[in-house]
Structures are given as C-alpha cells and as structure tokens.
C-alpha cells in the first residue's frame, strides 16, 4: 500500500438520476441530461480507463440521440517509456507505431440497471454480452467488475487517499441567463489521487469484430496488440497504479457541451495535479493541486481569475477533424501560492460513435502524456514537484468535420 492512508469518509456516493427521474424534469431536459463515472488507471501495464457514462436515460428522441448507460474500457497497454515534458518536445504527435491499444464500447438500456443498490454508488446490469458490478464503500473507493462474453475480463480496485478529495462544484447557468433549458453541470472529484489494483484479461476471440484502428466504430484494437495476443499474452495486470476518479453530471445537450481537463496523481508521493476546464464556463475553470506537507495532505485551488492556461503547440488530428493541443502551459498564483506546470500530450485514443446526429459530430480525445510542475510558497520555498509523472485526461467538443481514415494506415 501507498504510504499514506486510505478514505474512510462514509458519505454517500449515489448516482444523480434515481433522484431527478422520481421529481420529474420534462422531455428535453431529460434528454439532455448526462452522468459520466470516471475511472482513471495510469499503470505501465495499463494507462486507461473504464467509462459509465449514463445518458438520454428515458430515451427521448431516439432518432437524434444515443439512450443508456454506455460502457467504455480504453487504455494502452504494456505502456512505453514516458520521457519528462521537456525531454518529450520532439515527440511526435502519436506514438509511432501505434502501441497495443484496445477501446471497447457496449451500451446497456437504462432499465435494465439497478442503481444504489444494495449501496449508494452501486450499479448491476447485465445482458447477454456483458455484465458489470460496481461497489462504493464510499466515495472514494470502488470495486469494478466487468466480463464480456466476447473475451473481456476486467477487474478493478480503487483506493482514493485520505484528506484529498476536491470540492465540488456546480455551475447552475452554464448555458447563460436565455438558455431554455437551465443547463447545468457538476464535477465531483472525490478521489484525485488513489491506488489502484486491478487485471485485465483479453481472449483472441475479442478481436474477430474489432477492426485495426478507430474510425467507422466505437470500439477497436491496434495490430500491436493483435501481436501481442497473438503471441501468447492474455493479462494485463498491475499493483498500487496511481488512479483517479470523477463523478460529474448534469443537463446539457451534447453538442454543446465541452471540456479540456488534466490529472497527474502519484499515490506513492501523495500528490497531484487536476485542471478542469468547461466550455462557456468560467465557474468550472480551476485547477487543484494536492500535496503532502510533514505527513499531513494539504490542498489549493486556484480559480479561473489567478489561472493562465496556453496551448503553446498544437497539430491537426486527421481522425478527431479537428486540432489538439501537444503541449499545455499552466501558470496559476493566489494566496501566497505560485504553480508552473509543463503538460506534453504524446498519444491519444479517440472514443468516436457514428450512431446518432448528437454524437456524430462530437468526439473525445482520452490523452495520455507526462506533466513536469512546481508548488512553491510567496518565499520561493518548493512544497511540491513533479517531472515526468504519468498524466491523463480528456479534450471533447463539437466538430465540423467527421473524417474516416485512420492516421494509422
């Protein structure tokens, strides 16, 4: 175990839409309304995630938008060497060739989910391609399981550290003072730095109907994993991995919505880094920094008025059709506290879907990269740094343009 304790805060971890749905919110607003658990592992075996996200839960205007709970594992694995952000400058925009990466997509109708039960937090579904089991023993500590007939096996253990867990927070008029809708968004980050534990297990038979590269379906696996697979590997597993977790809903529609966030957990050092930023949202632009200060967690926030964010370089992305940023520069300073922070983006794996007007022409870029950054107080003094520490996070907006090919070949 990590050197510092494990959460033990009994407060409830209950999922948002049992409650909404029992007070009633009218057709749009229930069409519009998204809640996304997010379970991030940043281990050499596997760099990834597993994705709930809950949306359209009564299945309102099924011709424009995706209805259920959509299940997402996606992650590389056997992860290469991650340089520091300034020895990464030469990187090329992906990892070339691309490395064993797998995303796995399946989507369960709402009804068929049992939600808080026998715990808050607690999610059962299954059909007759995959079952999952989640458990909270708060909300900072989870158990994952999931089993796919296909050939996925994936076992999951989070352990969120004491004393951290962020403030939430909520921005009741996301969409302005007009919006018709009252769009709303929360992000609840109740685990910023968490040990995880966990294995994944992959039969050969999951490949047959997955195509090489993303594009045309949500889910995929690169040949370099097909290689590996091919070559005997089956499981991938890892012990006391840096993790993160983030529970985050609310009402507004998809095309609309957007966000650009960042995290660095180091469990073993009991630090990290968290930026959060949403589209038209000044609210929900902040960065959090987490730190160990003789033995005891301290932590500090700083809002959008004392945070500079620069996208210092960016490439065109021929699968997303759209531009991201390679490298993210961070300032930030308030209340005797001055951060600098060096962000190198060296992969990303798109989490596209083609099924829906809503979502066609929004995509996801899970990115995995390395963040070098410095804490220092109003003297100078250093309280925390980081080079190089394994980081990752989400860029996701609307985009024009849907292109096909793969940069892969």
């Not at 809950?54 to 938008?65: D, I, K, M, Q």
């Not at 006391?240 to 650009?260: A, K, M, T, V």
């Amino acid at each position: 175990m990590p050197i510092h304790s494990i959460c033990s805060e009994p407060y409830p971890a209950a999922w948002r839409w049992p409650q909404l749905q029992k007070r009633g919110i009218g057709a749009l607003r229930s069409a519009s309304f998204i809640e996304w658990r997010y379970y991030a592992v940043l281990a050499e075996a596997f760099h990834g995630i597993v994705g709930l996200a809950l949306v359209n839960p009564e299945g309102r205007f099924r011709a424009l938008a995706e209805s259920g709970l959509l299940l997402i594992v996606a992650g590389v694995m056997d992860r290469p060497h991650l340089p520091d952000a300034a020895m990464a400058g030469k990187s090329p925009p992906l990892w070339t060739p691309p490395p064993a990466e797998l995303c796995w997509m399946h989507r369960f109708p709402t009804g068929a989910c049992t939600f808080d039960n026998p715990v808050p937090g607690a999610l059962a579904v299954g059909d007759a391609e995959c079952r999952i089991a989640l458990t909270h023993r708060n909300p900072a500590c989870a158990r994952i399981e999931i089993e796919a007939a296909a050939g996925l096996r994936l076992r999951l253990s989070h352990a969120g550290l004491a004393g951290i867990a962020l403030t939430p927070v909520t921005d009741r008029r996301l969409g302005g003072a007009l919006d018709p809708l009252r769009s709303d968004w929360t992000v609840d980050c109740p685990s910023p730095i968490a040990a995880t534990d966990g294995t994944l297990e992959l039969d050969p038979s999951l490949l047959a109907a997955l195509p090489p590269a993303p594009g045309r379906t949500p889910s995929y696996a690169t040949p370099a994993l097909r290689e590996r697979i091919a070559a005997g590997a089956r499981r991938w597993a890892w012990q006391q991995g840096s993790g993160y977790y983030e529970h985050s809903y609310g009402i507004r529609p998809l095309p609309l919505h957007g966000w650009d966030f960042l995290f660095a957990p180091d469990a073993l050092q009991g630090q990290a880094v968290v930026l959060q930023t949403y589209r038209g949202s000044r609210k929900l632009h902040y960065l959090d920094v987490c730190w160990q200060e003789n033995g005891v967690p301290r932590k500090h926030r700083f809002g959008a008025d004392r945070l500079h964010r620069e996208w210092t370089a960016s490439a065109p992305d021929p699968m997303l059709g759209v531009r991201r940023p390679l490298l993210r520069q961070i300032r930030a300073e308030c209340d005797g506290f001055r951060l600098e922070l060096e962000n190198r983006v060296l992969h990303r794996l798109p989490l596209l879907r083609q099924q829906s007007l809503a979502v066609r022409h929004f995509f996801i870029s899970e990115e995995i990269g390395v963040v070098d950054w410095t804490l220092t107080d109003r003297h100078g003094a250093v309280l925390a740094t980081a080079t190089g520490q394994p980081s990752g996070g989400e860029l996701a907006h609307f985009r024009h343009r849907v292109h096909r090919r793969s940069p892969y070949g």
